[in-house]
C-alpha cells in the first residue's frame, strides 16, 4: 500500500502552461482554432477574434483580427479565411487589404432569434463538402424556468448551411449543444445535464436523427425537415409534467421514486430515428457541462492515447479521454478521467504543431472550479509513460482492458482487484437524473495476457444500454507497482458484441481478500424525506463530524463537483450554506429536493440528489452546519 501511495499522478505526466496574455486582454474563449501557419485563432464571449502568432513561445503576439461580434461561440478555418458562429449568424471574416485586420465581415446566413439570453451558437464546424454544420441551444421558459424551449426554428437542432449560404435542417432532440465537433469526417456533439437529459452525453448525429430533447420537435413537420418524429408522438410516450397548483402557478417538476422509470433507449426500440450517446458522461465525476470534443491526431506527441477523443467540461475545469468502438454498428465506449486543475471552465481545445494542446476557458455566467472567469493554457506531456487504462473494449462475457504497460500478474489475476456496477439515467423532463437501478455485477473470472498488456474480466451478466463502472483498485504495474493514474472507467453498453465466450477453465478465479474496496461504492436511490415514503431515522451525533470525516462522503456522492469549503463554484460555498442556518434535516430536505430560487445569483440549478443515503445526508448537515460557529 506504501508503494501504492506514492504512484504518480496527472500532473506528473501533464504540464498545464499558463502562456503569458498582454494586460488589458480578456479571453474569455467562445473559439479555438489551430492555423496553418502555426499561429492560433481565438474567438471571445466578447465578441473579438485574435491572431496568436507563435503561440508557444516565451512572448507570443497577440493582434486583434476583428470585433464588435456577437458572443462567438466558435472559430473555425476553411481555404485560408476564418469564420465564426455568433449568435444570429455565420460570418465570413475577410482581411482584404492583407493588414492583418478583417476589412469585410460577411453574413453567410442569419437565422431567427427570439432574443433570450439563453439562445447560444455553437460552431461553425467544416464538414469534408465543404458546408458548415451548427448547434442552437434552446431558450427556457418564462414562468417555467426550467423548462428547454425553442421559440424558433433552429433552437434545440443541428443544421447545415451550405458554401452557398443555403439553410437546411438536419438533427434535433438537443439541448445545449456546446460541443458540436467534426472527428474524421463524422459529426458529433456534446450535451449537458438538464431536462430530458439525465447527464451530459456524447452523440453521433445522423441525418434526420433524434437525441432526446423534445423542444425542437416543434418544427419537425416543416417540409424541409429530415426528422420523422412529432411532438404529438413524443408526448404519447412521455408525460411532459405541466401541472398547476390551486392558485394556477407552474409546478417545477421533480426526480420522484413513485413513477416507473422510462429510458431514452425505450423509445429508440420504437423509433429507429432516436440516437442514443455514445457514452453517458457521469455527472459530478467526469463533468457538470459537458463541453468541446477534440481527436489526438499528433502521431504520438501528445502521448500514447493516438487517435483518441477527449472531451471537456465547463464546470469542473477539467478534461476526459474518451475510448470508442463500433459495436454492430453502433458507437460505444468509455469515459476515463484525464486532467483535472485547470484555471478556468475548459470550453475549447485544439492541437499546436508541436504536439501540445491549447485549452480556451471561460465561468462568466456559467461558474466553474477554476477560480479565474477566462483564460488561455496549454497541455504539454513531458515524454513518460503514465500507467493508464488504453482501451476498453466490449466482450460477449464482459470487457477487456488495455494497458499502457505490463501489469503485475499477482494483482491482475485477483479478482479482489475488479470491482463492477452497472446504472442507467431517467428519461424524463426534471433537470437530470440520479443514477438508478444501480446493481453489483460478480466479477466470475479474468484472463491476463501473456505480454502481460490486456486483461479479459468475465462477468456474471451484462446489461445492454448500461453504463457500466469498471473499477481497477488493485491492478499494478509489473515494474514498480504504481496503481493506474485513473483506475475507474465508465462503459456506456449500447450493443453486446457476439463472439466466443472465454471457458471457465480458461480462467483465473483466487481472490486474496488483501485489496481496499473502492471508496465509492455504488449509489442506491434512497427515499426522499418527503411524506410519500418512509425514510431511514435520522442519524444523530455528539458533535458534527471532521472535515477528514466528511470529505470522503462529498466525493462519493459528487457534492465536491459543484461545491467547495469557501468559494463559489458551480455552487455556493458550504461557508455560505450555513450563514442561512437552516437546520440539519431542512439542509437534507434540500439535498433531496434543491430549491434553485433560494440562490438566484447561480445560473446552473442544483439536480435533486436522492440517491445520497440519509445517514450520509445528515452527516453532511451536521459538517455544514459547523462551519458557521
Known amino acids: 500500500m506504501a508503494q501504492a501511495q506514492e504512484s504518480p499522478k496527472e500532473e506528473d505526466f501533464y ?10 486582454i480578456v479571453l474569455e474563449v467562445g473559439g479555438l482554432t489551430s ?3 502555426g499561429s492560433l485563432g481565438i474567438s471571445t464571449r466578447r465578441g473579438d477574434v485574435w491572431i496568436v502568432d507563435n503561440p508557444t513561445s516565451r512572448t507570443p503576439y497577440f493582434r486583434k483580427f476583428a470585433t464588435g461580434l456577437h458572443e462567438v461561440l466558435g472559430l473555425a478555418y476553411k481555404d485560408g479565411v476564418l469564420y465564426c458562429a455568433q449568435r444570429g449568424e455565420l460570418t465570413k471574416l475577410i482581411d482584404k487589404n492583407g493588414d492583418g485586420k478583417a476589412d469585410v465581415y460577411e453574413t453567410v446566413y442569419s437565422w431567427p432569434l427570439s432574443g433570450h439570453y439563453h439562445e447560444y451558437s455553437f460552431g461553425p464546424k467544416v464538414a469534408p463538402d465543404g458546408s458548415f454544420f451548427v448547434s442552437g441551444n434552446v431558450a427556457f421558459g418564462d414562468e417555467e424556468w426550467w423548462r428547454g424551449e425553442s421559440r424558433v426554428p433552429g433552437r434545440g437542432w443541428i443544421f447545415r448551411i451550405t458554401p452557398e449560404g443555403k439553410y437546411e435542417p438536419y438533427a434535433t432532440g438537443v439541448r445545449s449543444p456546446a460541443g458540436i465537433s467534426m472527428l474524421k469526417g463524422e459529426l458529433w456533439y456534446t450535451d449537458n445535464q438538464g431536462d430530458w437529459m439525465g447527464t451530459g452525453g456524447i452523440f453521433p448525429v445522423k441525418k434526420g436523427g433524434f437525441m432526446g430533447h423534445p423542444a425542437g420537435l416543434k418544427w419537425a413537420e416543416l417540409p424541409n425537415s429530415p426528422v420523422k418524429l412529432t411532438e404529438k408522438q413524443f408526448f404519447a410516450e412521455r408525460d411532459n409534467r405541466q401541472e398547476r397548483d390551486e392558485n394556477n402557478r407552474a409546478i417545477k417538476p421533480e426526480n420522484t421514486r413513485k413513477e416507473e422509470p422510462q429510458f431514452l433507449y425505450q423509445l429508440k426500440e420504437k423509433y429507429d430515428m432516436v440516437q442514443l450517446p455514445a457514452v453517458w458522461l457521469p455527472y459530478g465525476v467526469h463533468g457538470v457541462s459537458t463541453s468541446e470534443l477534440i481527436m489526438d491526431e499528433t502521431n504520438g506527441a501528445f502521448g500514447p492515447f493516438a487517435g483518441q477523443v477527449f472531451v471537456g467540461d465547463q464546470g469542473q475545469s477539467n478534461i476526459m479521454r474518451i475510448v470508442l468502438e463500433k459495436v454492430k454498428g ?3 465506449g468509455a469515459s476515463i478521467g484525464f486532467r483535472s486543475g485547470f484555471q478556468s471552465g475548459v470550453l475549447r481545445m485544439a492541437f499546436d504543431k508541436d504536439g501540445s494542446m491549447f485549452v480556451g476557458e471561460t465561468n462568466r ?30 466482450m460477449p462475457d464482459g470487457f477487456e482492458i488495455e494497458f499502457t504497460m505490463p501489469v503485475d500478474r499477482k494483482s491482475a489475476e485477483d479478482l479482489d482487484s475488479y470491482k463492477v456496477s452497472s446504472y442507467l439515467y431517467k428519461h424524463y423532463p426534471v433537470y437530470g437524473s440520479p443514477p438508478i437501478d444501480t446493481k453489483d455485477v460478480t466479477v466470475k473470472g479474468v484472463k491476463l495476457s501473456e505480454d502481460g498488456k490486456k486483461v479479459r474480466i468475465v462477468l456474471d451478466g451484462m ?3 448500461f453504463v457500466h463502472k469498471i473499477e481497477l483498485a488493485g491492478v499494478r504495474a509489473e515494474n514498480n507497482y504504481w496503481s493506474l493514474v485513473h483506475p475507474d472507467a465508465y462503459y456506456t453498453l449500447n450493443n453486446i458484441p457476439d463472439g466466443e465466450k472465454l471457458k471457465s477453465s480458461d480462467l483465473k478465479t483466487t481472490r486474496s481478500g488483501n485489496v481496499k474496496p473502492a471508496e465509492a461504492a455504488p449509489v442506491k436511490e434512497h427515499v426522499s424525506p418527503d411524506g410519500k415514503g418512509k425514510a431511514p431515522a435520522p442519524v444523530k451525533t455528539a458533535k458534527a463530524p471532521t472535515w477528514e470525516e466528511v470529505k470522503p462522503l462529498l466525493a462519493k456522492n459528487t457534492c465536491l463537483a459543484c461545491h467547495a469549503v469557501d468559494k463559489k463554484v458551480v455552487g455556493p460555498a458550504y461557508v455560505d450554506v450555513a450563514k442561512r442556518k437552516y437546520s440539519n434535516e431542512k ?8 430549491k434553485p430560487e433560494n440562490w438566484p445569483d447561480y445560473s446552473t440549478p442544483m439536480a435533486p440528489m436522492p440517491q445520497v443515503p440519509k445517514a450520509e445526508a445528515m452527516k453532511i448537515a451536521a459538517w455544514i452546519n459547523s462551519l458557521a460557529k
Open 463 to 465: 446489461r445492454q444500454y
Open 15 to 24: 504540464k498545464i502552461v499558463t502562456p503569458p496574455i498582454p494586460e488589458g
Open 587 to 594: 439542509i437534507v430536505e434540500l439535498i433531496y429536493a434543491p
Open 330 to 332: 453502433e458507437y460505444q
Open 35 to 37: 492555423l496553418p501557419n
Open 365 to 394: 455566467g456559467w461558474g466553474s472550479a477554476g477560480d479565474a472567469n477566462q483564460g488561455l493554457q496549454r497541455l504539454v506531456w513531458n515524454g513518460k509513460m503514465p500507467f493508464e487504462m488504453y482501451t476498453v473494449k466490449a
